[in-house]
């Protein structure tokens, strides 16, 4: 049978570290015929690497949606830049893993949404998180009712010093905002997902721009390097409540630097009628069993080397992503994220921002 013919728009960070080394895991099913970055020598250095023989190299992202053997596109550029690309893919008869954030804005989000349907193809967006072994198997014990009503959540995305110093990520023309839509986008996708919740009722929001644009080089203490204060343009930290429609509610806290010891990102905390869970260390299950407090940790570790099992075992998060959004475009089952679910998850972080400008309770 011949290869799933893949296009990639955006060869830089997370082209390298996440999708190219999951379609190499897949390459018995996929191979990538097209590289596209407005910087050529990194398409150049992608194709060399990972392209298949006499894979291409454009500068223009037209110019590799012009090839009608590509059938799939991942979209791997800034944030502000996924609604035009990933639209121009699907009305090109692309299917597309886009990034996250879905999009900068829920207006942006939309058009996506549209351009799905109107394509008839698969749209999925990179949330890896849900791929890995902890939040798969507390999303099969969300689902089985073991936490029964989930009606208290926590999306925790924070860090002390961790401002990304590579890319345009401090740049709000580009990215649309700072670690709320960077990292707090991942835990707040994790929390829906568990609780499989998608109706927010109002969200209330603070966002805080303390350290970014004043710590200057020296006096940083940054894990990822010097930022510059003088180009730093987004929040340095976020926080939201969001009531669900049926009551519920997400306590959201993002931050790339806050003078805390509390730091974790990419993890929820659920409460629930029957039990509770976190994953801060491992993941954790809280409930009562003959009148004691308990915690379960299940042993949620990945086997070293080994790319999946069969079944949820799955095991690099980003094989396993990329695996169902091919399955799906073979017409077996659904991707990972369904591209309505990160709708909104623009919605809410968006309603956050909207709330920190205006000091107002935001309604949908
Ligand atoms: N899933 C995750 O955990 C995760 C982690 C990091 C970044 N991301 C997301 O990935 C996206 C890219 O982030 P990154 O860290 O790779 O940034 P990056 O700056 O390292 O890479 C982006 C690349 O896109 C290229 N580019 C920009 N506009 C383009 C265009 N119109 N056409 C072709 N190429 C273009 C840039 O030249 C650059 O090489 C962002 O949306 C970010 O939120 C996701």
């Not at 208290?152 to 961790?162: L, S």
């Not at 379960?296 to 094989?319: N, Q, S």
Request: hydrophobic fraction near 40%.
């Amino acid at each position: 049978m011949s290869k799933i013919k893949v296009g990639i728009i955006g060869c830089g960070g997370i082209a390298n570290q996440k999708h190219l080394p999951a379609l190499k895991s897949l390459s018995d099913r996929v191979e990538i015929v097209a590289f596209c970055d407005i910087i050529p020598e990194r398409a150049e250095k992608a194709c060399k690497e990972y392209g298949a023989e006499g894979a291409k190299v454009f500068t223009d992202y037209h110019d590799l949606l012009a090839m009608d053997e590509i059938v799939s596109v991942h979209v791997l550029t800034p944030n502000v830049s996924h609604c035009e690309l990933t639209c121009a893919a699907l009305d090109a008869g692309k299917n597309v893993l886009c990034e996250k954030p879905m999009a900068a804005t829920p207006a942006d989000a939309q058009k996506m949404l549209d351009a799905q349907k109107r394509s008839g193809k698969i749209l999925t967006i990179g949330y890896q998180n849900r791929c890995r072994q902890d939040s798969l198997t507390l999303k099969a014990m969300c689902d089985n009712g073991d936490l029964g009503e989930i009606y208290y959540a926590k999306a925790h995305a924070i860090r002390r010093r961790g401002v990304p110093t590579w890319g345009v990520f401090p740049d709000k023309s580009k990215q649309g905002g700072g670690p709320l839509i960077d990292i707090g986008t991942h835990s707040l996708d994790l929390t829906l997902w568990m609780m499989n919740n998608y109706k927010p009722k109002s969200v209330m929001g603070a966002s805080f721009e303390k350290l970014g644009r004043t710590l200057q080089p020296g006096n940083q203490g940054n894990t990822m390097g010097v930022w510059d204060p003088e180009t730093y343009e987004v929040e340095d930290s976020a926080f939201g409540f969001v009531t669900m429609e049926n009551g519920a509610v997400i306590v959201i806290e993002a931050s790339w630097a806050l003078n805390t010891l509390d730091i974790s990102e990419a993890l929820t905390e659920l409460c629930g009628t029957k039990a509770g869970a976190d994953m801060k260390d491992g993941l954790r299950i809280n409930t009562v069993l003959y009148d004691k407090l308990t915690t379960i940790k299940p042993d949620c570790r990945t086997p070293k080397g080994v790319d999946f099992f069969e079944g949820f075992g799955a095991l690099r998060p980003e094989v396993y992503e990329a695996k169902r959004y091919y399955d799906a475009i073979e017409g077996k089952g659904e991707p990972v994220v369904k591209p309505e679910e990160a709708f909104v998850v623009t919605q809410i972080l968006d309603a956050v921002y909207q709330s920190a400008k205006t000091g107002k309770l935001i309604e949908f």
